[in-house]
T-cell receptor, first 114, second 113 residues
Framework: DGGITQSPKYLFRKEGQNVTLSCEQNLNHDAMYWYRQDPGQGLRLIYY???????QKGDIAEGYSVSREKKESFPLTVTSAQKNPTAFYLCASSIIPPGAQPQHFGDGTRLSIL | SQQGEEDPQALSIQEGENATMNCSYK?????LQWYRQNSGRGLVHLIL?????REKHSGRLRVTLDTSKKSSSLLITASRAADTASYFC?????????????FGKGTLLTVNP
């Protein structure tokens, strides 16, 4: 079955540590996205990528970094510069617009500080 | 601030009743989408309505869009306990990036058996 796989499901970060969240899709989608969700809040866009080797900052990119070396993969690194990393992180993908297209989501990674 | 705002924040109904959730937004849009999120899971796309459409149906779902009032509603008919979830609207602003969806804070729907 096609879909998006995020791993790990739970992740703990120590002070000063960078951690990387994995996102893999087999939907053959060109566009991929990373969102952050805080309790009782909607999703906020961190980064998105339209094609391999290209990505753009979203609304809250500070303290995060991404790479897009393969079409299927879009890992997110939460750096030590992100002072409040505790949140639920969601990865999504879609076919290329024009016009908005439905986004397909993974089941998320919950990141906490140790 | 969020482009879309859902109302109410929480809704509790009995199985078999209809559930109506509303979404208001601030700027002109190209499209509006509704998503569902079960607790601790990712979002699932429900329906997309374009700015030139007024109503769409999908199974027990009915979505309306009123661009003059900058609002949309999602109606779930004959609700089931399995409909218990959070529901989000998402918009892409006219003149903005085709890739960027802005999500509201969601409505938490509880359907009691």
């Amino acid at each position: 079955d096609g879909g998006i796989t995020q791993s790990p499901k739970y992740l703990f970060r120590k002070e000063g540590q960078n951690v990387t969240l994995s996102c893999e899709q087999n939907l053959n989608h060109d566009a991929m996205y990373w969102y952050r969700q805080d309790p009782g809040q909607g999703l906020r866009l961190i980064y998105y990528s339209q094609i391999v080797n290209d990505f753009q900052k979203g609304d809250i990119a500070e303290g995060y970094s991404v790479s897009r070396e393969k079409k299927e993969s879009f890992p997110l690194t939460v750096t030590s510069a992100q002072k409040n990393p505790t949140a639920f992180y969601l990865c999504a993908s879609s076919i290329i617009p024009p016009g908005a297209q439905p986004q397909h989501f993974g089941d998320g990674t919950r990141l906490s500080i140790l | 601030s969020q482009q879309g705002e859902e109302d109410p924040q929480a809704l509790s109904i009995q199985e078999g009743e209809n559930a109506t959730m509303n979404c208001s937004y601030k700027t002109s849009i190209n499209n509006l989408q509704w998503y569902r999120q079960n607790s601790g899971r990712g979002l699932v796309h429900l329906i997309l309505i374009r700015s030139n459409e007024r109503e769409k149906h999908s199974g027990r779902l009915r979505v309306t869009l009123d661009t003059s009032k900058k609002s949309s509603s999602l109606l779930i008919t004959a609700s089931r306990a399995a409909d218990t979830a959070s529901y989000f609207c998402a918009t892409d602003a006219r003149g903005g990036s085709n890739y960027k969806l802005t999500f509201g804070k969601g409505t938490l729907l509880t359907v009691n058996p």
